[in-house]
């Protein structure tokens, strides 16, 4: 029994009671508690103050009822990571509150008299048993001799080794008695205590372990933060919950700070899930790709949403954002410009067809198709042959040749086309070749405008004048002499004068004094000689009215071959006249409209396409001044005019003007006559000579960029259909001053890319400071167009700007510049780190600027610029204009290109100087070691002093004799000098010899 009752304290002291854990905060929150919820309760202060200072030794705390032994074991875990399982109930409390970074501690609760109270059981049981042992021991002592207490002895000896600490002890016993049981009781407890302790110290390793992996997680993390961060693309990450976990600075410069935001709220300012954010896809594992439009800034981003997981299993999402707005812009202007290019094609009442190199049709619009009577999948491919009156070809493809060849740049023709169903059709054609951006021939493209109606009411005309010819309306017959015999109905219609009226009387009564002498005589010669005439000539009636008729006079000639009668037969053409010279008139402006059009694509430099259009619309619609007029920021300017005196070219009208508003309403043209009543037209000239005025639209793409306004000093000068022809001349006209300035920009930025081409050409090929610097400011002032730049360089040294480099002065007053920082608006800009823009200097207090020297400049407007280079002031920019200056958006980003240039230019200037003067000075000390050793040389051997220098003397003789190079020929120098250096090392007792 009293055996048993000792196995049975042993077997119990296994199962000892060894405390609490707890995972704690460095705060010293407690946020984990083994098979408890998730606590937020504090651990004691002086626990608190233990993890502040570092110290992790385990330590006794004593609070108001019981002493602890405490254990503190530190691991590093960071909450950007879901999900460590400790094997108990566990959430992270940190995780959920956004804390990163921060360490965490198990903590490991023991309380002191459980654990004494242990010790001190076992050691009392351990005495106990010793006691009882003795007793038994000496009782027994007689019965089973020294065998039997040896063991007992072992086991007390073994028993006061564990209370020390030492678990590996055990009995060696093989005895089966109750005296063995004891034995191996004890050493199945020290197994239990051995394998305790073991379980706390692979504790330890796991936990060292984890601290390796999280410290590499950790340091992967930032690498790959460094490369989202670095990234051009905006990234964000979310949870599932919307909780956005990371954005980039590229989308927080888009979007704002993130922090504590939903994504839906951020991105979308909503208040709820957007389907978007949902995502299901992306949360199933699926990449997913799409283009968006911000709401909040109107970009457009071409996105790549992409799952990733957390070490819990969880999914986050990633999101790429790429800006695609400047390339989704320009292919969408792109298409909406060549829409509107197919759509006028397309409808264009004028027929118009591109042809190939080789002379086959490539496509042609509804025009085209119509005048031909073909569908346009029938005409493509055909050859231009195909479709051509055959004795037209020749000409025809040999204008195209010379058209491709360049030997012409373009060439009109009447042709005659043949009709699908037979037939021929006739048109004007114009022809141009059009090139690629490469300036190579890419096609032909061909305009027609159909005048078969014309042609075929020309020859109508001329067949029912040869009827009249037969059988005229008015017919007059004369004797020999020309004395009238006889005249029909039609003639008294015609001239008011009866038979009785003009019989035997000459035709003269007709006479209207229009036509001089010279005009009868040769009448008369003419059918005298028996020949017919035909003319038209202005008669009279019997009223007094004139009239124009067409007369054709044929001689009857008798048997004998003698004229006996005239036959006159007339015919009255004043309508036919008038509408002939309407005709021809209107044929000539739209001849003139195209001519014009034609010749205002010659050019896109913009003044000249400006002067093109005055000078061009004077040949469709009569004017004595007129002006263009271009939309600004201010107003509309007179970009250029004509016939005004004096001129208003560069002056700024307000657009809202009255004449203005009301052509920017109705979008056509503003006729106006008797312009001096007219309340709208009272302030706009000072001409007291002009009646009748027009204003016309210039619209680009439904845009309204400007006026054309045209100027008559008669009254009732401009008609409707003038305005309908004004109108049609405009269009043209704005679409060739919009690619004139679309070129002007093109060739604007070219010359700014080649002027900085050529900054960085001077930078790069020397350090001459002033050459870079008037290299740079004769750009500056050729692209920006103003009269005078300076560079102010700052010597940190002493806290000085002076004068570098200076071009457009008129005097040299800034060659002795010296600025302290803060004086002046040089040292200003320099103290502050900012541009200055002064818009009149004459209303500015500056005593520089109100010297005489400085006056002399005449400078009214004044523009300066910091030059910065990583970081470090080197300088100033001043640019001084002798006129209004306004820099527009364009220009200062390249004002600001130029100082990045200078900044850069002269601190590379600074590196090389300072770079020199070290090179200099080693180059200087290495020489004079060279000649150090060689006078050690000459000392040691007397007998060959000067020997080395009369070497050094012949060699570089001998080698300039062989021209070596400059940089050859120092290091020749060096070794001559040095030949005999090796008599260094040789003793004075064999040298001397």
């Known amino acids: 029994n009293i055996l048993g009752a000792i196995s049975q304290l042993i077997l119990n002291s296994q199962g000892e009671y060894i405390g609490d854990f707890k995972l704690v905060r460095s705060g010293g929150e407690i946020i984990f508690e083994e098979s408890s919820a998730p606590l937020e309760n504090r651990v004691p202060n002086v626990v608190s103050e233990k993890l502040r200072s570092g110290d992790n030794q385990p330590f006794v705390f004593d609070d108001s009822e019981k002493k602890w032994l405490i254990g503190i074991s530190e691991i590093g875990i960071t909450s950007g990571m879901d999900g460590f399982d400790f094997g108990g109930t566990f959430e992270s409390v940190d995780h959920k509150k956004g804390n990163t970074g921060e360490s965490w501690y198990i903590i490991n609760y023991r309380e002191r008299a459980n654990i004494l109270k242990s010790l001190h059981d076992l050691m009392g049981s351990l005495l106990s048993i010793g006691g009882i042992l003795t007793i038994f021991l000496a009782f027994a002592a007689s019965f089973i001799g020294n065998q039997a207490a040896k063991p007992l002895v072992e086991l007390i000896e073994e028993s006061k080794k564990i209370a020390k600490g030492d678990l590996s002890s055990r009995i060696i016993t093989s005895r089966k008695d109750e005296i063995g049981y004891l034995g191996d009781a004890f050493n199945n407890m020290a197994k239990g205590l051995e394998k305790t302790t073991t379980s706390i110290v692979n504790l330890e390793l796991e936990i060292a372990e984890r601290r390796r992996v999280e410290e590499t997680l950790r340091v992967e993390r930032d690498n790959l933060k460094n490369i989202f961060e670095a990234m051009t693309d905006g990234i964000y990450i ?114 118009m067809a591109r042809i190939s190199l080789d002379f086959h049709i490539l496509n042609a619009n509804q025009a085209y198709c119509q005048m031909l009577g073909y569908e346009e999948e029938e005409l493509i491919g055909k050859h231009l042959k195909d479709i051509t009156q055959p004795e037209m070809i020749k000409e025809n493809l040999h204008k195209q040749t010379q058209l491709a060849s360049g030997e012409i740049e373009h060439y009109r023709m009447d042709k005659g086309f043949l009709y699908k169903s037979g037939g021929t059709v006739h048109g004007v054609l114009d022809a141009n070749l059009i090139r690629n951006s490469a300036g190579e021939p890419s096609y032909f493209l061909g305009s027609v405008l159909d005048i078969s109606e014309r042609v075929e009411a020309e020859a109508q005309l001329k067949l029912q004048s040869l009827a009249l010819e037969s059988a005229a309306n008015a017919i007059v017959i004369t004797d020999a002499e020309g004395d009238i015999q006889w005249v029909n109905p039609a003639f008294t219609a015609l001239t008011g004068y009866s038979f009785d009226d003009v019989s035997m009387q000459n035709p003269r009564v007709l006479k209207s004094g229009k036509q001089d002498d010279d005009f009868y005589k040769v009448m008369w010669d003419t059918i005298s000689k028996g020949e017919i005439w035909h003319d038209t000539l202005v008669n009279k009636r019997k ?451």
Request: hydrophobic share 40%; net charge negative; glycine share 6%.
């Open 238 to 351: 979310v949870d599932q919950e919307y909780n956005i976990e990371y954005v980039n600075p590229i989308l927080v410069d888009d979007f704002g700070t993130y922090e504590g935001r939903k994504c839906y709220a951020y991105f979308h300012d909503r208040d709820d899930v957007c389907p978007w954010c949902k995502n299901p896809d992306v949360f199933a594992g699926k990449i997913v790709r799409r283009e968006w439009r911000s709401p909040k800034n109107q970009k457009i981003y071409d996105l790549i949403e992409a799952p990733l997981k957390n070490p819990d299993g969880g999914i986050l999402k990633l999101e790429i954002f790429h800006d695609i707005t400047e390339r989704v812009e320009a292919e969408q202007e792109l298409r909406e410009s060549e829409e509107k290019f197919r759509i006028v094609y397309e409808n264009m009442a004028v027929g």
């Open 543 to 993: 009223d007094g009215a004139l009239y124009t008729e067409e007369m054709t006079i044929a001689p009857l000639i008798d048997d004998e071959g003698r004229i006996c009668n005239f036959v006159a037969i007339k015919q009255n053409v004043s309508e036919r006249i008038r509408a002939k010279q309407a005709l021809q008139k209107y044929a000539n402006q739209l001849e003139t409209l195209n001519t014009v059009t034609a010749a205002l694509s010659t050019s896109l430099e913009l003044d000249e396409v400006l002067e093109l259009i005055l000078q061009q619309i004077g040949r469709v619609i009569p004017l004595d001044s007129g002006a263009i007029f271009l939309h600004e920021e201010e107003g509309v300017r007179v970009v250029v005019d004509r016939g005004i005196v004096p001129s208003a070219q560069g002056l700024v009208f307000p657009a809202g003007s009255p004449l203005f508003r009301e052509i920017e309403q109705t979008r056509v043209p503003l006729v106006l006559s008797g312009v001096k009543d007219d309340d709208r037209f009272r302030n706009w000239g000072q001409s007291e000579n002009v009646e009748s005025w027009m204003g016309i639209p210039l619209i680009v793409r439904d845009t309204l960029i400007g006026f054309c306004t045209l100027d008559s000093f008669q009254l009732d000068a401009y008609s409707s259909e003038q305005a309908d022809l004004a109108l049609l001349f405009a269009s043209q006209a704005a679409q060739v001053i919009e690619n004139a300035r679309q070129y002007s920009a093109a060739k604007r930025r070219a010359a700014r890319l080649n002027a900085l081409r050529k900054i960085d050409q001077a930078i790069t090929d020397g350090f001459d400071i002033e050459i870079m610097m008037r290299v740079l400011l004769e750009n500056l002032l050729e692209q920006l167009q103003v009269d005078a730049a300076v560079v102010l360089q700052y010597e940190e040294s002493l806290q000085l700007l002076s004068f570098c480099q200076g071009v457009g002065f008129h005097t040299n007053a800034f060659t002795h510049t010296k600025l302290r920082l803060g004086s002046g608006q040089a040292g200003k800009v320099a103290l502050e780190r900012r541009p200055i823009f002064i818009p009149n200097l004459n209303q500015t207090e500056n005593k520089f600027f109100e010297s005489p020297e400085f006056k002399k400049e005449g400078f009214h407007a004044y523009q300066s610029v910091p030059l910065i280079t990583k970081g470090v002031l080197v300088g100033v920019l001043e640019i001084f204009h002798r006129s209004p200056l306004n820099l527009d958006s364009e220009r200062m980003d390249f004002l600001n290109v130029l100082a990045g240039q200078a900044a850069i230019a002269i601190d590379n200037v600074a590196l090389f100087n300072d770079l020199q003067y070290s090179n200099t000075r080693l180059t200087r000390a290495y020489d004079a070691t060279i000649e150090g050793w060689a006078g050690a040389l000459e000392l040691k051997d007397m007998e060959t002093e000067g020997h080395s220098r009369r070497v050094v003397e012949m060699t570089t003789d001998l080698a300039q004799i062989f021209n070596i190079r400059e940089d050859e020929l120092l290091n020749i120098r060096r070794g001559a000098l040095l030949h005999d250096i090796g008599k260094m090392g040789v003793p004075d007792r064999i040298l001397q010899k």
